[in-house]
């Protein structure tokens, strides 16, 4: 019986090969595409998974309650409550500081005529407890765990770092230079992690070693945060962090004192860290309800996707009633009709999922490279699951619902003409309200992806208050604070005797950065501290030329070597009560930084310091060598590449031990909007395919239309309508569906879109043009996939139609 349904079924399937290739293709594009948002959304839910007791890991965080009532969060701990944990708290069963590098020069130690090789890193090295191993899961492949990181001038590294350092020289007992002072041995090698995580070191260096590479931070300060260093814990069982949390306030009072109410601490489970925008390094992150709104565009794919195959089907109720009535009349029961209409919908589905495994395989590297992710199409259980459930929920509901519509009709109404069942009737209204819900998708992503492409418009194009353009940023090897402006000036000098250099200029950190260095200051002789903090730019006296920062009032600050004047901006004088921002001159301020009050000598206009996300903070400009970091470098722009060839040479004539690391600044702040980038990248593509799996459907559905009307055409055309009259009737039907999915669309989207926006301190309006020109656009895509069909059947010769009559 099955082989013989088979055979029927597939008969079927190849005589509206048509009607099939339509389903199949609507119905690939949708699972690809949720196949594709599915493997990006389980790659970010699955980060860290793969440690041991995932359930029983948790990070200690830092939140600074500050005097004007607001709250900072910190992803870090001091260093002290490490140990802490270990000795006073039974319900942890072990826990491990890290201490981040933000950035070190690494490379072999050099013996006898070995090239020099030197790597600049930012991520993936920190100093590290030995029991950060056992905390956190690693495969060892080579070394002891137990006593790798347990001496001073010790490191493990990665498997891909040590092959990037050493080639296929066995590493272990070598030797690597970190900032070319400090000596380690490699003492250990582990895998790469199995799945994604966001506690990847490269480089571990044991802990004991700090002491001779920094030999100025105090390791046991309770007062001592940094937002590169992180706390975890392994408790015994995953519900003591409540009880440990409630500990935490006695901690605070004991340490800090009268100063606790300003800090609080949280015990934060592993599964919460990959999303935790709030605090700081959150560039780039992508928030949990984020990942969810793109599961949910998927699952809408795949759900016009199977509306297309509903309406296909049912719209065929016509061409297959005679074949239902016939074998009802030979005594098929609706039992064995339901079986052989789903096993037809099991083989179309069967069809387009390995179509859309084809198309995944095809699109998938460039969606990694959209994403800066490496997806693969691997058969682990979570998509083989997702792929099974996939499959086995559209054959019963997208197939379910056609076969009970179809199995349904009277053989004796069939057999007479008249298919004017309750069924068929419902299958039209319900085909209806499909349709209509096909496009409310449409237009509702539609209405999304021209407000992201706005805003993300907006905020790459809006005016920052400085000029980032023909910005070269230059990291400066590190040297002793007392003596690196001297180490620093004859780089500047060389940098100036260059063509095309217009000014080049010291500095911790260009005017908008990732980082948000601040602090407490007194003003104008009070003696108490103001109750908000400010942000700070530490710079020389040409970082006003170098990013064209204007002044509002005043001068600027003087070449100096330690902190004498100050800069501030218009938020700051307004905020302390100056409207005219030539009022604050003259008066005096103690930054935390300096130990006396030293007078405000200019005031700059506005500029962001953080993205658009974040409003302008109260923020200050002073000269402080100790903490410059980089080189910011004007340049005309005429040839960037050669300007960056000849700064290079400088560069390598007077530091030849030091690797040369750039960047433009405006790469550098277009690093702000990389989530919001790759959401619009996203949803512009989405919305794309949403619209090709309506048209397919729309198109098949036309078709389908045409051959049930192509007897009223024909009269239609003898008592004299013209074409466009019957290209009106044919479309007006379905352009009435458009309008009233745009007016279901709109205020689904416009909530949604609304909510997203307020993420942003800085946002375009949500303007009613945006709605109107969703709905024009869905109107036009209608009409044009209408059109051919129609515009084909009133052509017809109504002849044709009516030979048979």
């Given amino acids: 019986m099955l082989r013989a349904n088979l055979k029927i079924a597939l008969r079927n399937l190849w005589s509206q090969c048509s ?6 293709i609507g119905l690939a594009v949708g699972i690809a595409g949720g196949l594709l948002l599915f493997l990006f959304v389980e790659h970010h839910l699955s980060t860290d998974r793969h440690h041991a007791d995932y359930d029983r890991i948790f990070r200690i965080v830092t939140d600074l309650h500050l005097d004007d009532g607001s709250i900072e969060p910190y992803p870090e701990a001091p260093q002290p409550m490490a140990q802490a944990l270990r000795t006073d708290y039974p319900q942890v069963e072990q826990a491990a500081f890290l201490v981040g590098v933000r950035e070190m020069t690494v490379g072999p130690e050099r013996t006898g005529q070995t090239e020099l090789k030197r790597f600049r890193e930012h991520k993936g090295v920190g100093f590290v407890e ?10 060892w492949l080579q070394g002891d765990p137990k006593t790798a990181l347990s001496q001073p001038n010790r490191a493990v590294l990665s498997e891909s770092w040590a092959r990037r350092y050493f080639g296929d020289t066995n590493p272990m007992g070598q030797r690597l230079l970190l900032d070319n002072k400090t000596a380690v041995t490699v003492a250990g090698i582990v895998a790469e992690p199995p799945g994604p995580t966001d506690t990847y070191l490269g480089l571990m260096l044991s802990m004991a070693t700090l002491k001779q590479h920094d030999p100025e931070l105090d390791q046991t300060s ?43 601490f949280g015990i934060q489970p592993l599964s919460q860290v990959h999303f935790d925008v709030s605090r700081l390094n959150a560039v780039g992150v992508i928030p949990s309800s984020l990942l969810w709104s793109l599961g949910v565009i998927g699952a809408l794919l795949i759900a016009a996707a199977c509306i297309n195959f509903i309406n296909m089907a049912t719209a065929q109720a016509l061409r297959r009633s005679k074949e239902v009535g016939i074998r009802k009349a030979l005594g098929s029961s ?18 387009a999922l390995l179509l859309a495994l084809l198309l995944v395989a095809v699109t998938l590297p460039l969606f990694n490279d959209w994403v800066e992710l490496n997806l693969s199409l691997r058969p682990n259980w979570p998509t083989t699951g997702f792929l099974g459930l996939l499959l086995g929920g559209i054959v019963l509901v997208a197939g379910g619902y056609p076969a009970l519509v179809l199995s349904g009709f009277s053989p004796l109404a069939v057999l007479r003409g008249k298919l004017a069942t309750p069924s068929a009737g419902r299958g039209v209204t319900v085909r209806q309200a499909l349709v209509t819900t096909q496009f409310v998708i449409c237009q509702a992503l539609l209405i999304g992806a021209l407000v992201v492409s706005r805003q993300v418009r907006y905020v790459q194009e809006a005016d920052l208050g400085f000029r980032k353009d023909n910005v070269l940023m230059v990291n400066l090897p590190d040297r002793p604070a007392t003596t690196r402006l001297a180490a620093y000036e004859p780089f500047r000098q060389r940098v100036l005797q260059q063509p095309d250099i217009l000014s080049i200029s010291f500095e911790h950190r260009s005017p908008a950065s990732e980082l948000n260095y601040g602090g407490q200051f007194k003003f104008n002789g009070k003696p108490n501290w103001e109750l ?17 920062l204007t002044l509002a009032a005043g001068r600027n600050v003087t070449p100096s070597d330690s902190i004498r004047e100050y800069l501030i901006n ?27 009050p030293l007078p405000i000598v200019g005031v700059v206009k506005d500029f962001h310091q953080k993205s658009l996300r974040q409003p302008i903070e109260p923020c200050v400009i002073t000269t402080y060598p100790a903490m410059y970091r980089q080189a910011g470098i004007r340049f005309s722009g005429t040839n960037p590449g050669q300007t960056m060839q000849r700064i290079r040479g400088v560069w390598q004539q007077l530091y030849p031990s030091e690797v040369f690391e750039y960047t433009y600044l405006d790469e550098q702040l277009a ?41 009223e055409i024909g009269v239609r055309k003898v008592l004299g309508a013209s074409v466009a009259s019957i290209v009106a009737m044919l479309s007006t039907d379905f352009l009435k569906l458009v309008l009233i999915a745009l007016l279901i669309a709109s205020p689904i989207a416009g909530y949604v879109m609304n909510g997203w926006l307020q993420d942003f301190a800085y946002r375009v309006d949500l303007a009613w043009w945006v709605f ?22 009133a052509l017809m010769n109504p002849v044709n139609a009516l030979r048979s009559e």
């Avoid at 030995?130 to 495969?139: A, G, H, I, S």
């Avoid at 064995?336 to 069809?351: H, N, S």
């Fill in 130 to 139: 030995p029991q950060w191993v056992d905390v956190l899961t690693y495969r």
């Fill in 222 to 264: 309770w007062w001592q945060l940094s937002s590169l260093n992180r706390l975890y814990v392994r408790l015994r069982q995953a519900g003591d962090s409540t009880a440990i949390a409630r500990t935490f306030p006695a901690l605070l009072k004991k340490q800090f004192g009268a100063e606790a109410h300003f800090y609080r």
């Fill in 671 to 711: 690093r702000f909007y990389q989530t919001e980038t790759l959401v619009a990248r996203l949803i512009n593509v989405f919305t794309g395919v949403a619209i090709l799996i309506c048209c397919l459907g729309l198109y098949g559905l036309v078709s389908f239309v045409v051959v049930q009307r192509t007897k």
């Fill in 570 to 596: 218009e938020t700051l004088a307004r905020q302390l009560g100056f409207q005219d921002p030539a009022q604050v001159l003259g008066k005096t301020m103690q930054y935390h930084l300096s130990p006396v």
């Fill in 334 to 351: 609706r039992r064995q009709l339901v079986g052989q209409f789903l096993l037809e919908a099991t083989l179309l589905c069967l069809a």
């Fill in 772 to 793: 109107a020109l969703a709905g024009t656009l869905a109107i036009i895509i209608a009409l044009l996939t209408v059109s051919y069909q129609s515009i084909k059947a």
């Fill in 532 to 548: 908000y903090p400010i942000r700070e730019r530490l710079a020389d006296a040409n970082y006003l030329k170098t990013y064209g």
């Fill in 19 to 24: 009607y099939s290739l339509l389903t199949i």
